[in-house]
């Protein structure tokens, strides 16, 4: 957990990859490239951004590339910023950022902000490239991810492990129930009962929290189905690598612990 949090999940910005699309030719722009260029903050000796440069790129291509992960913000210099700037007219910059990555987006906005806030006339712009995300808008989800996975990862595990324990299991391989049909019961119940957990979580979001889902409901029905039996699986294989359901509580917070920070229940 240590190396997982510490070295996965630090929080910390290092070498952000910054594109400047620099459409001006003028003085002023250049100034302003050579300042954020110039822009020296490091953290524990390594500089915070790393920043490049270019012209005559589309906002449409520039999404693309944040998209892509190449880039974690990209400041979009139009042509008559030179020329807005000699006239101290007001002008509006915009910058692209990977909002996927809080930490990160939100340094470079405050810098940016910070940078420009020194002319006074300049604005700047930051639209969301991934829509408008609420909170609840990734919660719901990551929460139902979690609930099915670590339940039906514990549930089937630990019911197999029990009955290995304590006998049952072996005394009902001895009857003529066939193994498969073993797997395949207790695969079916675990299917019924998580679908079941999801449906009843996605109702208390609707009916609590306003919460819409405005994709396919068969869609997602699918991803249950598909995500469920995954997390029977992986329950039985760990259920048959321990002997006692100690061992297999101390096998499965070793696995379903980390999860919970992958599912997008406290960040999207």
């Given at each position: 957990m240590i190396v997982f949090f510490g070295y996965g999940m630090g929080g910390?910005?290092?070498?952000?990859?910054?594109?400047?699309?620099?459409?001006?030719?003028?003085?002023?722009?250049?100034?302003?490239?050579?300042?954020?260029g110039s822009y020296t903050a490091k953290y524990d000796g390594n500089p915070m951004f790393s920043v490049t440069y270019t012209k005559d790129m589309s906002q449409s291509e520039a999404e693309s590339k944040i998209d892509a992960g190449i880039y974690k913000g990209v400041l979009i210099i139009p042509p008559d910023y030179s020329d807005s700037i000699a006239k101290n007219e007001s002008m509006t910059l915009t910058l692209l950022t990977d909002s996927s990555d809080v930490t990160t987006s939100s340094v470079i906005i405050n810098f940016m902000r910070q940078l420009l806030a020194k002319t006074g006339s300049i604005t700047l712009n930051v639209p969301n490239i991934y829509g408008n995300l609420e909170y609840l808008d990734f919660l719901i989800p990551g929460v139902i991810a979690l609930t099915v996975f670590m339940g039906s990862v514990a549930t089937t595990g630990s019911a197999i492990a029990g009955e290995k324990e304590d006998g049952t299991l072996v005394r009902m391989l001895m009857t003529p129930v066939s193994k498969r049909s073993v797997i395949l019961g207790k695969t079916i119940y675990q299917l019924i009962l998580q679908l079941g957990r999801a449906v009843i979580l996605i109702l208390a979001a609707y009916f609590l929290l306003g919460f819409n889902m405005n994709g396919s409901w068969l869609l997602i029905s699918l991803v249950l189905v598909i995500f469920t039996l995954g997390g029977v699986g992986m329950g039985i294989v760990m259920s048959t690598m321990v002997e006692d359901m100690e061992s297999f509580f101390q096998l499965n917070m070793l696995v379903t612990m980390p999860s919970m920070f992958v599912t997008g229940v406290f960040f999207p």
């Open positions: 910390t910005v290092k070498d952000a990859p910054i594109l400047i699309i620099n459409d001006d030719t003028g003085r002023a722009s250049s100034s302003l490239v050579q300042e954020i």
